[in-house]
Nanobody
Framework: QVQLVESGGGSAQGGGSLRLSCVAS????????MGWFRQAPGKEREFVAV????????SLVDSVKGRFTISRDNAKNTVYLQMNNLKPEDTAVYYC?????????????????WGQGTQVTVSS
């Protein structure tokens, strides 16, 4: 059973930066597709970024391209989401997710393992 623990959320002003971390236990990061999703109040959970296992390919939603970067450290079983030039519309609870596949799924239903979420609040 894979367990995921996020950290690094908090408050930032518009234009600022935050880095989220997700530590996986019960599995190894390089054998899992790892994704980040977010959910704002009153909205559905949406895909943000994913890094595949194996060759570490990445995919990001258009609204964060050029601002966010997803990466992983296999030695630390950790995946990161570096968020730069934050905007108020980035405010949400961010969730780390994992799945035992090698692709780049953007669909939440494909991920059986989820962290508890970490709040990110961006003020204008």
């Amino acid at each position: 059973q894979v367990q995921l623990v996020e950290s690094g959320g908090g408050s930032a002003q518009g234009g600022g930066s935050l880095r989220l971390s997700c530590v996986a236990s019960g599995g190894t990061v390089n054998e899992l597709g790892m994704g980040w999703f977010r959910q704002a109040p009153g909205k559905e959970r949406e895909f943000v970024a994913v890094v595949s296992w194996g060759n570490g390919r990445t995919s990001l939603v258009d609204s964060v391209k050029g601002r966010f970067t997803i990466s992983r450290d296999n030695a630390k079983n950790t995946v990161y989401l570096q968020m730069n030039n934050l905007k108020p519309e980035d405010t949400a609870v961010y969730y780390c997710a994992a799945a035992p596949f090698g692709g780049l799924s953007t669909t939440a239903l494909h991920y059986p393992y989820w962290g508890q979420g970490t709040q990110v609040t961006v003020s204008s």
